[in-house]
């Protein structure tokens, strides 16, 4: 894909629900399966980072996962919400997409009932390359 500012799309969020993206430059976390517990990073209560009020558009990379709800999602439709992603940020420091490494992995999930359990239907993968 080119190295442009890109939204993704994800079901709407419903009542204390929020999105979380744990964004990296490896596949590491693409070994979650359906029945894991939520009990360590990047899921777990406490490990998630929440910019301010508004998403600033960086997705922050590291061990943890960046947390998405309220005001910070933008709502698509009447199904769906997105958000719009125009750079990373690691280590405090923020780069434009121009600038981010040739390859990003998202895992996201959205614990739709609230038991910390990660389940079919409430995570997602997406590998994102971009052209050099």
């Known amino acids: 894909m080119k190295r442009e500012p890109f939204t993704i799309r994800f079901p709407k969020l419903t009542g204390k629900q929020g999105l979380k993206i744990n964004a990296r430059t490896d596949a590491s976390q693409f070994t979650l399966e359906d029945g894991d517990k939520a009990t360590g990073p990047p899921f777990c209560n406490g490990c998630s980072y929440a910019s301010d009020d ?66 079919v239907g409430e995570f997602e993968f997406i590998r994102l390359n971009f052209v050099k």
């Open 54 to 119: 508004y998403f600033d558009g960086k997705l922050v990379l590291g061990n943890f996962s960046n947390y998405f709800t309220g005001t910070r999602v933008t709502g698509y439709s009447n199904e769906q919400g997105e958000l719009y992603v125009s750079g990373v940020s690691s280590d405090h420091n923020d780069s434009s997409l121009q600038e981010a490494p040739d390859g990003l992995f998202l895992a996201c999930w959205i614990d739709r009932n609230g038991d910390s359990v990660h389940q």
